[in-house]
């Protein structure tokens, strides 16, 4: 064997991050390299043994056959199974099932939540999350469990906060704020990606996928998708079109083919309080 395992580990990402390089295609950019433990959205990644100045070409640990200097190694670890979940937490346990859907149930009465608008533009807010909140002043032990409940209303883009008590079944603070854009709800992302797709400036996204699979592009499920709110404070040069994100709702999108290669959609913005796309850079 040529090559200290350090230099063969060494020269392998050489390869892995060269062959990263984006190549051009119709008007996105599609990565035929699929990097190593992110082929797939759900997919564990890889684990290596460390290559210390002992370890041999197989991993072993100065060439000891599994068996280190504190014994033989441990066999597989067996998962204990969690306990059942009940209806209502103590203390500061996490909100259960359960108590997620009343939070969502008591922040949503009507006739307000009827009133706002969701990401892909339907009836209803958009759910961004809920939490336990913090116990009250003198009420660290023995006292009701609240859930902070934040929506998004497109409608007026505006983000609402509505504290709801648990134990009472009210709404006991909510408020509304401006110009506050928390990360990216999963459900918000995939409407981006709709609108992309809907979009003229998706055609070099369908392209691209196409290329790489053979298939046509018709459906947001045929894509794992990640991302997050488009910050122009973070940006050098704003297009006009998005002169309002901060104000509106925008995001931007990383995008592969499932268990495939990756399609560059970073510039590609999505304002999804106008629902329009415009390309950056």
Sequence with gaps: MGGSVYEIVRRHLGKVVAGAAMAVTGTAVAVAVTLPGSAGADEAPRRTAAAGPDATASGDPA???????????????????APPEGERGVGTDPLTDGELKRAEALALTPPAAADRRNAAGGRGPQRLGTELADPRPGEETGGPRRAVVRLYDYGRDELVTTTVNLDTGKVEQSGAQRGVQPSAHPEELRAA???????????????????????????????????????????????????RCGEHRCVRLVTKVLNGAWIDTRDLIVDLSARTVTRVG
């Design 63 to 81: 060439g000891q056959g599994g068996q280190g200097a504190a014994g033989p190694a441990p066999g597989p670890a067996a998962l204990a199974s």
């Design 193 to 243: 990606l709709r609108l992309i797709l809907d979009s003229p400036l998706g055609k070099g996204v369908k392209e691209d996928y196409k290329d790489a699979t053979g298939k046509e592009l018709t459906s947001t499920d045929q894509l794992w998708f990640n991302g997050d709110v488009y910050r122009t404070y973070r940006e050098r040069n704003v297009p006009a079109p998005l002169a």
